[in-house]
């Protein structure tokens, strides 16, 4: 059985990695297949947003590693906005996409600013004396 330190060592220990493995994939799922935004955009969206809340919104994060947080926290909600989207506007069966580019920039823009402030006054006062680095 693993003490409780050693869960917070252990997931200090996959924060960066966490990190950077969902904004890879998140990248790979936007960019790799041409056309509108699909269902399995949405699945990758839904599968990348929990794990990452699984491994990395227990530990203590200064507000630049809350900026990062939030930053691939949105990142990766990007392609399942653009499915609810494609949907709203009807264009599920398109050849091309009719989400604007721009629409997603603010929809980004948007999401991180609510996930720094939920990762600040929720997240943060929820778990904050849990880390092995205070």
């Known amino acids: 059985m693993i003490s409780p330190e050693g869960d917070s060592a252990l997931s200090s220990k996959t924060d960066i990695p966490a990190l950077s493995t969902a904004a890879t994939a998140g990248a790979i799922s936007v960019f790799v297949t041409?056309?509108?935004f699909?269902?399995?955009n949405l699945m990758i969206s839904i599968t990348l947003m929990i794990t990452g809340l699984?491994?990395?919104a227990r530990n203590t994060r200064d507000w630049l590693e809350s900026l990062a947080f939030a930053l691939v926290m949105s990142f990766i909600t990007t392609p399942g906005i653009g499915?609810?989207?494609e949907w709203k506007?009807?264009?599920l069966d398109a050849d091309k996409s009719q989400v604007s580019?721009?629409?997603l920039f603010f929809s980004?823009?948007?999401v991180t600013v609510i996930v720094v402030v939920f990762d600040r006054y929720c997240l943060q006062v929820k778990y904050g004396a849990?880390?092995?680095d205070n």
């Open 101 to 103: 580019g721009l629409f």
């Open 83 to 85: 499915f609810l989207m």
């Open 54 to 56: 699984a491994y990395i």
């Open 34 to 36: 041409a056309g509108p």
């Open 38 to 40: 699909g269902i399995t």
């Open 89 to 91: 506007l009807g264009s």
């Open 130 to 132: 849990k880390s092995v």
């Open 108 to 110: 980004w823009v948007f």
